[in-house]
């Protein structure tokens, strides 16, 4: 089992504070999100994890540096992103982002009122009653096929759902850690959320 960042290198005090947040806490936040987001840009789990804990050295060494012109998470999520960056170079495993065709199909086509409908926008098929979890053992397999359908997805879509729905980033805040346009970082999150939902009711159907 990977070490805690905490424990993982010298001079990590619990009382340590970036941006006037304990250090312990923001590990406890946003330690295992930010092992997700780097696994969207490197080859294995091992290699996410070994991004994430070169993030935390890199926060501990800088966190005097920061200086609140961005959030915290945002900064984090920065820093991770250039941490998995350098991890994927060594490993000779470089990709080319995903791109959005115009012609790409819409993955909710046919789901929602089309313009000018009164409840244009609106589901027209609503989500199967199957994903309102009655008990412990539901929710538990709900949380088997969330991760599965997030899998599933294309890599910066799930960077998009990680930092938007996961982690609760604002637009403005993930178009700057992905460097995306806001137009762009709209599209491609309507697809992505498109899409984890096929995914989820491609699952529940079997």
Known sequence: MPLTPLASFEGAEPEH???GVPLAALVRDYHRPMVNFARTMVS???LAEEAVQEAWVQVLKS???FEGRSSVATWLFGIVKNTASRHRSRESRIREHEVLAADDADPLAGRMHPPGHPDA???SVPPSQRFLP???????ELVGYVRAALDA????QRQLIILRDLIGM???ETSEVLELSLEAQRAMLYRARGNLRNQLERRYQR
Do not use: F
Not at 134 to 140: G, M, Q, S
Not at 153 to 156: A, E, G, N, V
């Open 134 to 140: 009655e008990d412990h053992t539901v929710a538990r």
């Open 63 to 65: 966190s005097v540096a």
């Open 153 to 156: 997805l294309p890599p910066r």
């Open 44 to 46: 294995s789990s091992a």
């Open 121 to 123: 926008r609106h589901w």
């Open 17 to 19: 504070l970036v941006g």
């Open 170 to 172: 604002s637009a403005e």
